[in-house]
């Protein structure tokens, strides 16, 4: 158990001793504050690997959905580049490249909290602003947003049909075991659960994330009031489902979410059925939510693939492996989802027919 771990489990077992069970989404809040805090998690020496690290094709082919839109919707000059939670900066780098060639050359802004990550970004972009959140975000000018798994880390809470009724997941600590352990809580929570959802199953669990929601309320107000379009990226499910998805990854594998608290990255699924209604009540259009293997396809992925064999043939395992695990139902093409948004007045972006 590294020292952080260490401070954390320590923190975490006073606080329950004092108080009682935290909430889940204080114990992810708090647990991937301090791994993202001053760690590269990304790569093969790091904890997971992520789209944009397996292949260039990803960014650019996003650079390229970017760049035909902004052009059919009409070339606005006073244009943003807004990516959430831009890892080591690839897609950034990858996807501007390739817009570039169209002229589309955006200021650019990253949302990003660690230290550490926004020393490797800077060195990828060296033009970037960077940014806590959106609200700094200039207010002026169309916005091309971005989001590739940064919705699934934020924390979620989840909810418990007891025999009692509803309650919320809460994580407690188990002396015998000597470790957290999830408990259900003992306030009633009925009133916290949708009506249609009341009379699920004993032991059924629904999980809801209010950083999401924030995050699509604002992203969709912006787009409605300054013109733009986004995407989001992530593992998923595009209709409501039940059950925990709660995970962790540490080392390229998946461990107990409720060891060492701090030292993996703690993710679950997002609701992007939940997130298509909050954008629509923004009056911001919604394009689709698509595999992530449909929407690659869509713009052309198994071309550009070919293509850059053609020209590179000492390379042609090595792409067409990253086009599988980028696009195949087996690997990430199913489980990741891609959701596009638009302004109203925008034209409906490729791969989401």
């Known amino acids: 158990m590294s020292e952080s771990s260490g401070d954390l489990t320590a923190s975490f077992q006073r606080?329950?001793?004092?108080?009682g069970p935290l909430s889940l989404q204080h114990y992810m809040g708090?647990?991937?504050?301090?791994?993202?805090?001053?760690?590269?998690?990304?790569?093969?020496?790091?904890?997971?690997?992520?789209?944009?690290?397996i292949s260039q094709m990803f960014g650019e082919l996003i650079g390229l959905w970017m760049a035909d839109l902004w052009i059919r919707a009409g070339r606005d000059d006073y244009v943003h580049y807004v990516e959430l939670g831009p890892g080591r900066g690839t897609l950034a780098k990858d996807a501007l490249r390739a817009a570039k060639r169209y002229g589309l050359e955006p200021e650019v802004h990253l949302v990003e909290g660690s230290t550490a990550?926004?020393?490797?970004?800077?060195?990828?972009?060296?033009?970037?602003?960077?940014?806590?959140?959106?609200?700094?975000?200039?207010?002026?000018?169309?916005?091309?947003?971005?989001g590739n798994e940064f919705l699934d880390a934020l924390p979620i809470r989840q909810m418990v049909k007891t025999a009692d009724g509803w309650r919320e997941r809460m994580v407690g600590f188990d002396e015998r075991a000597?470790?957290?352990?999830?408990?259900?809580?003992?306030?009633?929570?009925?009133?916290?659960?949708?009506?249609?959802?009341?009379?699920?199953?004993?032991?059924?669990?629904?999980?809801?994330?209010?950083?999401?929601?924030?995050?699509?309320?604002?992203?969709?107000?912006?787009?409605?009031?300054?013109?733009?379009?986004?995407?989001?990226?992530?593992?998923?499910?595009?209709?409501?489902?039940?059950?925990s998805t709660l995970q962790a990854i540490a080392n390229h594998k998946k461990v107990d979410p409720f060891m060492a608290p701090?030292?993996?990255?703690?993710?679950?699924?997002?609701?992007?059925?939940?997130?298509?209604?909050?954008?629509?009540?923004?009056?911001?259009?919604?394009?689709?939510?698509?595999t992530q293997g449909h929407f690659l396809?869509?713009?052309?992925?198994?071309?550009?693939a070919e293509n850059l064999a053609k020209a590179a043939p000492q390379y042609a395992g090595?792409?067409?492996?990253?086009?599988?695990?980028?696009a195949d139902d087996d690997q990430m093409g199913s489980l990741f989802k891609v959701m596009g948004l638009s302004?109203?007045?925008?034209?409906?972006?490729?791969?989401?027919?």
């Open 262 to 290: 701090g030292t993996a990255d703690l993710t679950a699924h997002v609701d992007f059925a939940t997130l298509a209604q909050i954008a629509q009540s923004r009056e911001c259009k919604w394009m689709g939510t698509v």
């Open 343 to 353: 302004a109203p007045s925008w034209p409906d972006g490729v791969g989401f027919a």
């Open 178 to 243: 000597a470790k957290f352990i999830p408990v259900a809580g003992t306030q009633p929570m009925d009133s916290a659960v949708p009506e249609d959802m009341r009379g699920l199953p004993d032991d059924t669990i629904i999980e809801s994330c209010s950083g999401a929601a924030a995050t699509m309320f604002e992203v969709a107000g912006r787009l409605n009031a300054q013109g733009g379009a986004a995407l989001l990226i992530d593992y998923g499910h595009a209709e409501k489902r039940t059950g």
């Open 297 to 304: 396809r869509g713009l052309g992925i198994d071309q550009r």
């Open 30 to 53: 708090e647990s991937n504050a301090r791994y993202y805090a001053d760690k590269d998690p990304l790569g093969a020496a790091g904890d997971f690997v992520t789209a944009p690290e």
């Open 117 to 146: 990550l926004r020393d490797i970004q800077l060195e990828a972009l060296p033009r970037a602003q960077f940014h806590h959140d959106l609200s700094t975000v200039p207010m002026e000018g169309t916005v091309l947003i971005i």
């Open 318 to 326: 090595e792409l067409e492996a990253a086009r599988k695990r980028l």
């Open 15 to 19: 606080l329950i001793a004092n108080t």
